[in-house]
């Protein structure tokens, strides 16, 4: 298929995955037979609210000892303070700011305001038994343009983080960059500027130096792909341009940013364990037909292996790349060594499951199974046992984390205040069971975070979609913790279900 064929297949995908301005489509597209029995229930996460927060009956499945459950937020989505102590603009301060881009207009101005009341979410997550919190450091608070020296401020907010995480026995999990690039770094070209790898290796390094002490595991960068997708081709995410050429040599330098990042660490003589985050679609064929098959192949390329071969066998896939062809900016934009770089030797694969794909012989996508209010989102347990056993099978025994998985449902207090959001819990359920069952065929899977902890900015769709275990009254930031944080504290207390 050709590069042009493909760009156009790929804009068809962006309709139907857009999240910006898309038309909520609830169960379209399921096919009734396949549906299996939990996720009907989950009908779209909309079922009938139960009041009781009992525990549910002990199932008898337990994980390994020494399982951490957590909890996952991002920096831009929860923190607010966007002027404070020094913090420079990202470029999601400028999309965000700009009219047109985000559901309501909604920025991240204010969020959650987890900048100021991070102690108190602190003890949410120590009240709900979190062993494990995965959050991300913003580079504009570091480094207010994205160089130079690191503004103190910036550091001692994470700190005072860690020290409380610490201070209630909970590991802290970081992540260097979740797509709050600074703006002036993206004025200077951005992701498609091979400098801008060195800068976030040097901003790395300096993390690492304040902070490493504290940190037992690190995360390079955040879902390379989605930059690249929802960033680069389909433009609903910041930076918002519609360049797929560029596009490619965006994932070939966050790949180099997360190759040298890697390398700073050990320089650094950082004690910590440190690997990239991945969001990982299964893709599955929508029919028998031999051209699905073939299809479905060259889409897993650029949804998984682009990402994974790079970083575990050291060479982008080569259907991938005969894809782009050789005159492709990505072709022409990787030097000796790079991929050298890219694959230097990590401690482990943090996985983040959302959805399947299915691939038609044209290389179009369809539904098969309901949806969450995020229509890009099918639910589909097996995909996450699949895409870790897969992992296991094709790239070796790396330990594992999950560092996202969840969806949005229409959460609303009652009249008794109790946010009853069962379809979240059934949700859970169900992939915390695919996971165990990946565990007993073998997959190294040693913790699992939610996503996410709290109600946040969900980028284009604003605040509308609710992704937390914890319900955020933006008005008031009251937190209130949903059913499902109830029952994910059982869940925690059992080790299991
Ligand atoms: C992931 C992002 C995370 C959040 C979830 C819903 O792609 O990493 O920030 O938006 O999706």
Not at 353 to 372: C, E, F, N, Q
């Amino acid at each position: 298929m050709s590069l042009l064929t493909r760009r156009r297949l790929l804009r068809r995908a962006a309709l139907s995955a857009t999240a910006a301005g898309a038309a909520r489509t609830g169960l379209a597209g399921a096919t009734a037979a396949g549906i299996a029995a939990s996720t009907v229930a989950l009908g779209g996460c909309d079922s009938p609210p139960e009041r009781t927060t009992d525990p549910e009956p002990d199932s008898g499945l337990r994980f390994p000892d020494g399982f951490a459950w957590g909890a996952a937020t991002s920096a831009y989505q929860i923190e607010g303070a966007a002027k404070e102590d020094g913090r420079g603009e990202s470029v999601w301060d400028t999309f965000s700011h700009t009219p047109g881009r985000t559901r309501n207009g909604d920025t991240g101005d204010v969020a959650a305001d987890h900048y100021h009341r991070y102690a108190q979410d602190l003890d949410l997550m120590r009240d709900l038994g979190l062993r494990s919190y995965r959050f991300s450091i913003s580079w504009p608070r570091i480094q207010a343009d994205g160089s130079g020296r690191p503004n103190q401020r910036g550091l001692d907010f994470y700190r005072r983080l860690m020290d409380g995480l610490h201070e209630r026995g909970i590991a802290p999990m970081a992540t260097l960059f979740h797509w709050d690039l600074p703006q002036a770094l993206q004025d200077a070209g951005g992701w498609e500027n091979r400098d801008t790898a060195e800068r976030f290796a040097e901003y790395a390094d300096m993390v690492f130096r304040a902070l490493g002490d504290q940190v037992p595991v690190w995360l390079t960068i955040n879902e390379p792909k989605t930059v690249v997708q929802n960033g680069y081709i389909w433009g609903h995410h910041a930076p918002g341009i519609r360049d797929e050429d560029a596009a490619y040599l965006v994932a070939h330098h966050l790949q180099l940013g997360h190759g040298l990042a890697v390398q700073a660490l050990r320089a650094s003589g950082g004690t910590g364990r440190i690997g990239p985050a991945l969001n990982l679609h299964p893709c599955y064929p929508a029919d028998d037909s031999a051209e699905s098959a073939a299809a479905t192949r060259l889409y897993d390329g650029y949804e998984n292996r682009l990402y994974l071969d790079s970083i575990f066998k050291g060479a982008y896939p080569q259907d991938v790349l005969d894809d782009l062809g050789p005159a492709s900016r990505m072709a022409r934009g990787v030097r000796d060594g790079d991929l050298k770089i890219i694959s230097s030797p990590v401690d482990l694969l943090a996985v983040q499951y959302y959805t399947p794909i299915y691939v038609t012989a044209d290389g179009g996508t369809v539904r098969k199974w309901p949806t969450s209010e995020a229509e890009w989102q099918q639910i589909y347990p097996e995909g996450m046992y699949d895409i870790l056993t897969r992992v296991t099978r094709d790239y070796g025994r790396v330990p594992i984390t999950i560092t996202e998985n969840g969806l949005p449902c229409p959460d609303v207090p009652g009249a008794d205040g109790n946010v009853d959001d069962t379809g979240r819990v059934t949700f859970l359920r169900d992939h915390f069971a695919a996971a165990h069952r990946a565990i007993g065929d073998g997959v190294p899977l040693e913790s699992y975070h939610v996503w996410s902890l709290l109600d946040n900015f969900e980028w284009a769709e604003g605040y509308e979609q609710r992704w937390g275990l914890v319900y955020v009254d933006y008005a008031s930031q009251r937190r209130v913790l949903k059913r499902s944080a109830h029952w994910y504290r059982d869940v925690i207390r059992r080790n299991g279900l």
